[in-house]
């Protein structure tokens, strides 16, 4: 008997397919987010928190300024954006730092005077870098929040890993992980909102509206601190309606008529609760006298509150429109109504911390505040009767968003573009495989990305415009790469992804690099000193404006 199999009938076994995935996270999920922690941490010490302190001074020395000025209890001057919360959150770091004998300039009475050239300088240095290491430390803490929301949508944690690495390296967080802006604490708050809603569409569960209600009291966190971030709230409700599933439909907890009802009843009361302790703040906010000793002009029909309401009625339908496609009960659907109005309205009294009018009636009325500061041909579209001189506008900055999506027309320190390369041919890859929700949901946050950005164009898309649209950019590939996570092995899927990483950290640090080796003095910072900084006289200023 031959014991021996003939060589001509072996079948040769293949290789097995190497896995780009699990090469790119050897890590695991822990010490993958740990190692991401580290390279923020040593990208902020090494091009951020040891910059001479004039050097960021917009809006660095604007928001410690007005935290110096709140804990001498003098009123907030600042008002632009409006940074209620990041200067607020400045005031209170001072506090504590001072009170753990770590800080002695916390006040602006405790700031040497002018005349003392060295001793001011030391103690801006302390309050700037104290202030700097704020803004590391937050924009920190959004990533990793971004990182355990993410991994709730995504069925792969490795690709809620490379979400993560996207974000902490994109030019947004780079930007504002070492200066004091208002962006990200108005942003971030939103892009969560925005995953709570996704992640809570998905699971049903009898909690659900407490989802709905923490979602809308995090959009209103994040326009207490930028009215810019009305955008990214009205584009919301939309992005959120193809984001269902058959885990959506409701629990019997809400099919049951007396316990839905009851429940809802109950979210009614705390609804109607909410809205009158809030009534007091919502009034100044349509205060006519107000508004017009503020400068600000309606937007439609010479009316305050037409669009503000048009958004409320979007919202509703939206959510009526979801409940219908995703079959969430009647009862469900009026308690997540009432729970999101209790908590937007909990998220306003936010206000009350710090009062001031000049914040409350930005925040009801962020377009007219943005009107305030648009370019004059913005201002003669929005304030005239023509809508070809808006289209023209809006064509224009699709076609300068388009360009700077190409990096190769119009270069910027913004690496998600290449994702751009990626996300659009992976929408039609996916359309194509089948891939339906999945494309449909991925081309709907590029869209809402593009419309955003096409606006903030008229402001010159500056860097850190980009922590608005960076996560819908960023969160659009994930969806896609966890759909068609075949292509990790593919064999130029390593290559490929290594160069974008690579690609991704050498762009997201230009901006850094590029101030740390700056040169020029701070003389600039004299055209505003006086409208921003009245009460801090500056040293190099020829002019400097006397402190009482």
């Not at 003939?6 to 190692?35: N, Q």
């Not at 207490?224 to 309606?241: C, D, R, T």
């Not at 349509?286 to 509150?305: C, I, M, N």
Request: with cysteine; net charge positive.
């Amino acid at each position: 008997m031959n014991q021996f199999t003939p060589a001509s009938t072996i079948t040769p076994r293949l290789a097995p397919a190497k896995d780009a995935f699990d090469r790119l996270t050897r890590l695991g999920w822990r010490w993958g987010l740990a190692a991401i922690v580290a390279g923020l941490a040593a990208s902020f010490f090494l091009f951020g928190y040891a910059l001479v302190y004039w050097r960021n001074a917009d809006m660095d020395l604007m928001v410690i300024y007005n935290a110096l000025v709140l804990n001498d209890g003098k009123p907030q001057q600042f008002f632009d954006h409006t940074a209620y919360l990041t200067i607020l959150s400045v005031k209170l770091w001072f506090q504590l730092l001072h009170a753990l004998g770590l800080l002695d300039p916390y006040s602006l009475s405790s700031i040497p005077s002018a005349s003392n050239s060295a001793a001011f300088d030391a103690a801006m240095t302390g309050a700037v870098r104290a202030g700097r290491l704020l803004a590391w430390l937050i924009a920190t803490g959004c990533v990793l929040i971004f990182a355990v929301l993410v991994r709730l949508m995504v069925r792969d944690w490795r690709v809620a890993q490379f979400s993560t690495f996207a974000l902490a390296f994109s030019g947004g967080i780079v930007v504002h992980s070492r200066i004091l802006r208002s962006e990200l604490v108005a942003a971030c708050p939103v892009i969560f909102a925005l995953l709570i809603l996704i992640v809570a569409g998905r699971r049903a569960g009898i909690a659900r509206p407490l989802g709905m209600a923490a979602a809308a009291a995090l959009c209103v966190l994040g326009l207490e601190n930028k009215v810019q971030a009305i955008l990214l709230v009205g584009v919301l409700p939309l992005l959120v309606l193809p984001f269902g599933c058959a885990g959506s439909a409701s629990v019997a907890f809400w099919r049951n008529p007396r316990s839905g009802w009851l429940a809802a009843i109950v979210a009614a009361i705390a609804a109607i609760a909410a809205v009158w302790a809030a009534w007091p703040l919502i009034a100044v906010g349509f205060d006519r006298s107000l508004l017009e000793a503020a400068h600000f002009h309606p937007l439609l029909l010479g009316r305050f509150g037409i669009y503000q309401t048009a958004l409320l009625v979007l919202i509703g339908g939206c959510m009526i429109a979801y409940a219908v496609t995703w079959r969430v009960s009647a009862a469900e659907t009026l308690a997540s109504m009432f729970a999101m109005a209790a908590g937007a309205s909990i998220a306003l009294l936010a206000l009350d911390l710090a009062y001031n009018t000049s914040n409350v009636i930005a925040v009801f009325n962020p377009l007219e505040k943005m009107l305030t500061f648009a370019d004059a041909n913005t201002a003669d579209a929005a304030n005239g009767s023509s809508p070809w001189a808006i289209l023209l506008l809006l064509l224009d900055g699709v076609a300068s968003v388009l360009a700077r999506y190409t990096f190769v027309l119009h270069s910027s320190p913004r690496p998600t573009v290449f994702l751009v390369w990626l996300i659009i041919p992976g929408i039609a890859v996916a359309w194509r495989r089948g891939e339906t929700q999945a494309a449909i949901q991925a081309a709907a946050l590029l869209v809402a990305a593009i419309g955003i950005d096409t606006l903030g164009v008229r402001r010159g898309l500056k860097s850190e415009y980009f922590i608005f649209t960076d996560p819908l950019i960023i969160l659009a590939a994930a969806i896609l790469l966890d759909r068609m996570s075949d292509l990790r092995f593919h064999k130029w899927a390593y290559p490929a992804a290594a160069v974008l990483f690579g690609l991704h950290i050498v762009v997201g640090q230009a901006e850094p690099v590029n101030h740390a080796f700056r040169r020029g003095g701070p003389e600039s910072i004299c055209e505003w000193n006086v409208s921003y900084l009245p009460l801090l006289p500056l040293p190099w200023c020829a002019v400097p404006p006397a402190r009482p």
